[in-house]
């Protein structure tokens, strides 16, 4: 797991380690080893979180990592960074996925007050072959005011959602990076049986 200071890591190791991993902490790109797969998590601002990118020379090797389809999950903020840009604050993302994140609106398309941040539990039933694991069913946990619009090409953008009638994409994909916009660390069962299958996928190699 890469450490970009932004807030979440202590909650996903705890996850990781409860279903049977051996999760650790890179604070450096040389901390990086040659075959484990990659968590990129996140909490907090896209700008600062750019920024630790950059400031702690993840970009380069995390770029090399995609490029050789090594398995990636990015969790909340850790998905937004593999998107273009983001309307929350300056800097580039890593542009794996060609989408841009956005704020939610002050109101739904109904018309009526959206409450901002999103906030709460949403089912997840991916369709067959939309992501590289069997991911079951389940409810998982949101915590977001801004989103991940859907792409054009939907083999980026295999699993969407809505909240206040605004489409997004739930779950995205480019090579074999993953980044889910849920918080499967907080999704309880539903959490720990979709992590366990990302692991046992990514264990395996790429697909």
């Known amino acids: ?21 051996d999760p650790f902490v890179c604070s450096s790109p040389n901390d990086i080893d040659d075959a484990s797969p990659v968590v990129v998590p996140g909490v907090g601002h896209f700008s600062k979180a750019v920024q630790s990118l950059d400031d702690g020379h993840w970009r380069g090797q995390l770029g090399a990592l995609h490029a050789e389809d090594r398995p990636i999950l990015g ?9 273009r840009e983001s309307e929350e604050g300056g800097g580039a993302g890593l542009g794996w996925i060609p989408a841009v994140v956005r704020r939610f609106p002050a109101e739904s398309s109904g018309g009526e007050r959206l409450r901002v941040p999103h906030m709460g539990w949403q089912t997840f039933t991916p369709p067959d072959g939309c992501l590289p694991f069997s991911a079951p069913a389940g409810r998982m946990y949101y915590a977001q005011s801004y989103f991940i619009e859907p792409t054009v090409d939907p083999a980026h953008s295999p699993y969407q959602s809505e909240y206040g009638g605004v489409r997004f994409a739930a779950a995205v994909r480019s090579n074999n990076a993953i980044g889910l916009q849920f918080h499967p660390e907080k999704s309880h069962r539903h959490g720990m049986a979709l992590l366990r299958h990302w692991l046992a996928w990514a264990g395996g190699g790429a697909a």
């Open 75 to 83: 969790i909340c903020l850790g998905a937004q960074l593999f998107c």
């Open 1 to 21: 797991m890469i450490d970009l200071a932004t807030g979440n890591i202590g909650s996903v190791l705890k996850m990781l380690a409860r279903i049977g991993a």
